[in-house]
């Protein structure tokens, strides 16, 4: 059972949300808040996920509201009107485990919901390719060699594993990985350990 709680100030969608979420077997509804400080302040063990919205009326900052929750113990599913690209890359860094419009419907989130608590990631489609093509200062250029054994080995396998997915030697694969760390330590985002990377990877949105 994925313990839920929604952070939002549009009280039709919390209802909506609370009615839909009755029916999923799977997903427990433990609360609803208008505001982050709200849903901290209520003495709940904290859920599982959190769906919040990016922009609340009481104008809290969206990063500061994420890192707050994460903070807290739960895992994070923003939701937005704003197909922001920018801010969909700036909550993910601070630890979001996703950035979801609100053009799409209940199933959607149900499924993204999903994703989320097993610490997985997943976005709006339409902001994916925006993403992928993002080269701010702090997103090093890849080449696709290295690209791939990034990948590889940020899901968990071994060096030897990773070398092999990417049809390349382990000690050409290890260099690969060198150059990428050294790629994150100039642009300020150091990765010194196999989970750095694959933080690195979700923050960037390699997988996608």
Excluded at 18 to 25: D, K, L, N, P
Aim: no cysteine; glycine share 8%; hydrophobic share 40%.
């Amino acid at each position: 059972m994925i313990a839920v709680s929604v952070v939002d100030d549009d009280r039709m969608l919390l209802d909506g949300l609370t009615a839909w979420f009755s029916g999923v077997t799977d997903i427990h509804l433990t609360g609803t808040a208008r505001t982050v400080t709200e849903l901290l302040a209520g003495g709940h063990a904290p859920a599982d996920v959190v769906i919040l919205d990016l922009l609340l009326a009481d104008r809290s900052d969206p990063i500061g509201n994420v890192r707050r929750l994460v903070t807290a113990g739960s895992r994070v599913l923003v939701v937005s009107v704003v197909p922001s690209p920018t801010m969909g890359s700036q909550v993910v860094r601070a630890g979001a485990g996703g950035y979801l419009t609100k053009d799409h419907d209940l199933g959607v989130l149900t499924s993204a919901v999903r994703e989320v608590a097993t610490r997985g990631s997943t976005h709006s489609p339409e902001l994916a390719l925006s993403w992928l093509s993002d080269r701010a200062a702090d997103r090093p250029v890849l080449s696709p060699q290295e690209r791939a054994v990034l990948l590889a080995y940020a899901s968990g396998m071994t060096l030897s594993a990773a070398a092999r997915s990417a049809g390349v030697q382990p000690g050409t694969a290890k260099n690969y990985l060198d150059r990428v760390k050294e790629k994150y330590r100039r642009a300020g985002r150091p990765a010194y350990t196999k989970l750095d990377l694959a933080t690195r990877v979700r923050e960037d949105g390699w997988l996608r």
